[in-house]
């Protein structure tokens, strides 16, 4: 049997006339135009000499042939590493460098840098696609065949990679299997009920597991249509919800639309399910919503490693502040973060999990892989967390140093190295402190020289092209020392407590 992804997803489609995507720009793409389209992809890579196992690296505005792309890609036995459209040069030299793509697929606006820095990186083809279906991509396709056999593929062949950022220093590229991503999309689709009734709206990037996979996924194996917007933007999210039955956000998905006046129970009468994922919701928010819309919020609980491992009930009380429990064939426990001793029952401690979801490891950082997984297979998440006497999971923080802003991760390591290097910082830290619309705000500290002129525009403008704007504090404040404990350790909770009320 070929378990290629996108074998298996062609299987399930009973009607290739059904409208899979349709853009904001009114064009409709059915399953079949869908397959069609990912076959010229496909025989394009191939006679590019894209072998199984290749990686091909995409940086793209969010158009349906971008995503139809990820379904050539993985057809043609490739390995699709989508890359978040802020990020710079300077960040995707190391991602290119790192991972050896066969292909680059960039957008056509800046061209000319992705192909010099693709050329001295050894890369073999440096191709475009723009948002208007145009780009170098789209004209090697011109006389593609429409059809393609997906490549014969084994459960453990890898479909993806996705750069994690890692706590110190380098990000990690997380390797997906075929297997990976169609079992939790099937699991998905079952859990959440979604057919070939359901018309996903979907706002959220292409380059990250949530709207990639979750989103994608579960729509192609249900059979559903989606409505693709470009970009999260709450008055076009408000025009199209009353055509749709579902929707999938991040947690500013849903305060952004609470601030707007036409939010109301009749806008949502046709919705069945809003889910929320990726970033804490907050329990507020979540009672908010119920208030406005009589809908409650299924929030969900996973990783770019992991795919999705709780989930709210669909039937039963989706209880706020919780990401409810683990996922059929998804095993869950608390440890100990020291030792890995099993905790009990509303102790706190590590999430770990394991299942047919978690990851295949690191792309090339075996040790890292190795120190991230118990002896008997279990994947240590970072996150702490607690299941409660009803079997609900809490997420109660982190213990791997991580900002979440908006539903983007950012590793305050990497932010501090760049201030650390600029002339006159003497030291900085990074925290993560309550912001009312992005839930945390990136937000540095710097102890500074006493004769530097730095000051927080300076800062600012210093990072601009070095780190990818969503990585950029939002504010730079000085201080004379950084709060430190007896062990000479960053206290960095005094920080984010001092600046609570920065962004309210
Ligand atoms: C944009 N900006 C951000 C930001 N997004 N800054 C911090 N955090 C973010 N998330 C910058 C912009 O560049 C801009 O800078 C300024 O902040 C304000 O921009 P905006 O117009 O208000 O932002 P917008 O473009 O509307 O984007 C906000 C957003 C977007 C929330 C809609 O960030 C988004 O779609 N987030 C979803 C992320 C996601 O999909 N995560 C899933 C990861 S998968 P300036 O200076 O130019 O104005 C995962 C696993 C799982 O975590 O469990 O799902
Ligand atoms: P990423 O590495 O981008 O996949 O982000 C994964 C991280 O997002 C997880 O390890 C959690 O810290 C966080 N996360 C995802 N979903 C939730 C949620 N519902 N509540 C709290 N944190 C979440």
Known sequence: MNHNLVSLVQARVSDPSKTFIEADDGRIFSYADAFKLAARFANTLVRLGVQPGDRVAVQLDKSPEALILYLGVVAAGGVYLPLNVGYTLAELEYFIGDAEPRVVVGRPKGAEELDALAARLGVAHCLTLGGKADGTLMDAIAGAADSFTPIERK???LAAILYTSGTTGRSKGAMLSHANLFSNAETLQAYWRYTAKDVLLHALPIFHTHGLFVATNVVLLAGASMLFLPKFDADQVIKLLPRATSMMGVPTFYVRLLEHPALNKDLVKHIRLFISGSAPLLADTHREWEGRTGHRILERYGMTETNMNTSNPYDGERIAGTVGFPLPGV????????????????????IEVKGPNVFQGYWRMPEKTKAEFRDDGFFITGDLG??????????????????????????????????????GVIESAVVGVAHKDFGEGVTAVVVKDKASPLDEAAVLKALEGRLAKFK???????????PR?????????LLRDQFKDLYK
């Open 155 to 157: 459960p453990e062949d």
């Open 386 to 423: 607690k299941v409660d006497d009803r079997g609900y999971v809490h997420i109660v923080g982190r213990g791997k140093d991580l900002i979440i802003s908006g539903g983007y991760n950012v590793y305050p390591k990497e932010v501090e190295t760049e201030i650390d290097g600029m002339p």
């Open 485 to 493: 404990n007896t062990m000479g350790k960053v206290q960095k909770n």
């Open 331 to 350: 095993s869950l426990r608390i440890a100990d973060p020291e030792n890995g001793t099993l905790l009990a029952t509303n102790d706190i401690g590590m």
């Open 472 to 482: 950029q504090p939002k504010r730079v404040i000085f201080m004379d020392d950084l």
